[in-house]
């Protein structure tokens, strides 16, 4: 065993986790596609969609679930990478024994479109100049990051899911998916989500755009040969954070706590530990995340609109059979989502007569709870797989 | 009249305010001092504080009230600067026959120290250098601030105040004069305000001072004989308009409306409604406010603390008088100096048995409701002042 794994395996036992519960080891893997037809007109083409599975798919191909990711996910959602001391995104809830229980399901995700962890995005390489894409990547939309996924089910010989479930657009992509493929699904978690963006949403984000486009070096989107927005990206992830936390969860982990010192700076360097938390936010986040996968995510999660071609949400659901289960789950103190967005989708599900439940599970984590309340989205999540399996007539 | 006036007057009808109730044309005026000792126990020397008066100082002196500004306020809170088509920040609540009656009380207002509308602030001359202090300004804090009004006031000839009232930034002021000259102030009217600032607060405006010194025109601070640091002070300002707002204000102000198009642009250009409003203010505030002045305003905010040097909140207001009233306000949407920061301040008054008022104004207009809630707030407001005044036995 090298000694970066020891390292790793340290790290692991500090988080508490065991090891029979994680699905280990993982790789991401690659596929690649001719083209694909964007909601804007243009045309994607070629396309690299980043995947990783995790379990088995079984004998007649029914016990797929596709998880999606959040804006700063990946395709990276359990397990580990190799060298790497820290587990997918939602390493938590999925595993051996875990809501997302790997010996039962064969677990798919992949990065969305515009995305910066493998699958083509404005960083990708531009194959009629030899240059990254910069902004002259097309704009993509979560439709669009839906029918890339789609052709990733029909590339790994996948034509049902289980289910499609994820957080905050993670969610978004999960209702779209019923709404494109309503054949394709046979139930829908979306958690801490809307299927639609508030305008304070928009706010926010667009808040966060200015500040990497306001960025000299940003350069109109073609920083790649030099160097990044890195001040305007951290700026923008601190905004993020700020909205991702609560009042209550920012009381309980920092309240006005000083760092490093004992009495005020008089100066504008860092005096509490709050602005310490944000600064390190911001800087690791410029070390793993694109500036401009950056504004194309926040712009698809703005223009994300379930209601749009169909008139109102209710309509939206109409073609969805009724045999369809729903999870839709929300967090008492999430503000950027709040529970009320959760329950209008709620009410234009149950508007169309379908099976719907709701849970608004009590938590000071804010909008992150989705990514840190495990024990109660496990014990929810378990128990609406399985009916769901149990109803379709699954063996895995 | 001149033609600049009559402009001004057919602004002024379209704001249907009536020219009764204005305290009309006003100008700014400046007291010099020698010098203030300041928290950081550094000597802020010499000292400019810029201010207005409105209405008639009484025989005996006895009928001043000071009214305190906001982050982005000034001196100027009544009234028409000559030229000028927008009245001060609180015209609304001060005039002839307004809640802040001029008929009968001697209102003033002055700019904060650290400001950057007329007193000493990081944009001052550095007598010692004969250029700008920049970062060489001291770090003020909420109590310096107060001290530097309290000599004003000794300027002004005036040794008791009928009442201190102000919103937010302004109502931490009100909070800091009573605890601090507990025998000038008669009554207290802090609105949307709190006594010190949460994480959440804090995390808000640090972002806000990282915007602004990741500018690379900020040149740690020394940017006024160059290009000042617009991009980051209005991404700041941007920040700062969000956290005005509410959900449901933003909803009626701007829903999902497109701006200027009828379907998505597929661009990062300005798609929605709340994206243009927001550069909008984001690009007017760089032109009548100062970078620095934002660094060092924001951070006497975060620095506030009344409980700080009492042990607690309510060992703070121990040496108020018993015959001192509070007017505490807060607004229902108001979800950056949120209802429970107001009951603080009331329990802990309460705590010493203090005569205070509580008032929760149901609004939807968020934080920014202390500037535009006319009507509520007059009615609580002026009623409060009568009874004050009333058991001073002041005649005007």
Request: proline share 5%.
């Amino acid at each position: 065993m090298s000694p970066l794994k020891e390292t790793w395996l340290s790290d692991y036992h500090i988080d508490g986790q065991t090891f029979e519960s994680s699905v280990g080891f993982v790789e991401t893997c690659y596929a690649e596609f001719d083209s694909l037809l964007l909601d804007s007109g243009l045309v994607l083409a070629p396309l690299t969609i980043a995947y990783e599975t995790y379990g088995e798919l079984n004998e007649d191909r029914s016990n797929a679930i596709l998880l999606l990711h959040a804006l700063s996910g990946d395709a990276h959602a359990a397990g580990y990478h190799n060298g790497h001391a820290k587990p997918g995104w939602w390493d938590i809830m999925v595993g051996p024994g875990r809501a997302f229980d790997t010996n039962r399901y064969f677990m798919i995700c992949s990065n969305v479109i515009g995305g910066c962890k493998g699958s083509s995005g404005p960083g990708s390489i531009d194959p009629s100049t030899g240059k990254p894409y910069a902004l002259r990547f097309p704009v993509v939309t979560v439709p669009d990051m839906v029918r890339a996924q789609r052709m990733l089910l029909e590339h790994l010989g996948i034509e049902r899911l289980v289910t499609v479930a994820g957080g905050s657009m993670g969610g978004m992509q999960a209702l779209e998916w019923v709404v494109s493929y309503p054949e394709v699904v046979a139930s829908c978690i979306p958690i801490a989500s809307t299927y639609r963006h508030s305008p304070m949403q928009i706010a926010f984000n667009e808040v966060g755009r200015q500040a990497i486009m306001r960025d000299p070096n940003w350069r109109g989107g073609d920083y790649y040969a030099y160097e990044h927005p890195d001040a305007g990206l951290a700026v923008a992830r601190m905004i993020g954070h700020v909205t991702y936390l609560s009042d209550e969860s920012m009381h309980l982990k920092f309240g006005r706590r000083l760092r490093d010192k004992e009495v005020y700076g008089y100066d504008f360097t860092l005096d509490f530990e709050v602005e310490s938390y944000l600064k390190y936010q911001g800087e690791v986040f410029t070390r793993r995340f694109d500036a401009n996968t950056y504004l194309y995510i926040t712009k698809a999660l703005d223009y994300f609109d379930l209601a749009n071609n169909h008139g109102t949400l209710v309509e939206a659901f109409r073609d969805v059979p009724a045999e369809a289960r729903f999870l839709v789950m929300a967090f008492s103190s999430d503000w950027l989502y709040p529970p009320y967005q959760s329950k209008e989708i709620v009410r234009a599900l149950k508007g169309n007569g379908l099976d719907c439940t709701y849970v608004e599970i009590h938590s000071s984590f804010g909008h992150d709870a989705f990514l840190v309340e495990s024990d109660q989205q496990t014990h929810v999540i378990r128990h609406f797989l399985e009916v769901t399996f149990h109803r379709l007539g699954v063996r895995p």
